[in-house]
Nanobody, 121 residues
Framework: VQLQASGGGSVQTGGSLRLSCAAS????????MGWFRQAPGKEREFIAAISASGMTETYGNSVQGRFTISRVNAQNMVYLQMNSLKPEDTAVYYC???????????????WGQGTQVTVSS
């Protein structure tokens, strides 16, 4: 199983970025997908999750209303649209695949390598 996250970069406060995660080696449409992030010196934080069918989305409180998760099962892709970015959104962002669209890291079986997002004020 391989999860390849991309799309990170540097942006100013208020800007937008779209992260992508390409999945291979698994039956993508059978897995819930999640995004987490980890800032230096902090624990990995839940950001968003989407059910295998794409019908259910869950968001962390810190990104609710600013970030949107989506997926295209036919392309084995999951996305994270990030708007109204703030300096506190600076972190390495990871995509993950698991059996359910939960908020806990333990619910995910496979992880990508992460992509850096930096938001400057």
């Amino acid at each position: 199983v391989q999860l390849q996250a991309s799309g990170g970069g540097s942006v100013q406060t208020g800007g937008s970025l779209r992260l992508s995660c390409a999945a291979s080696g698994l039956t993508f449409s059978s897995y819930a997908m999640g995004w987490f992030r980890q800032a230096p010196g902090k624990e990995r934080e839940f950001i968003a999750a989407i059910s295998a069918s794409g019908m259910t989305e869950t968001y962390g409180n810190s990104v609710q209303g600013r970030f949107t998760i989506s997926r295209v099962n036919a392309q084995n892709m999951v996305y994270l649209q990030m708007n109204s970015l703030k300096p506190e959104d600076t972190a390495v962002y990871y995509c993950a695949a698991g059996g359910r669209a939960g908020v806990s890291r333990s619910e995910y079986d496979y992880w990508g390598q992460g992509t850096q997002v930096t938001v400057s004020s």
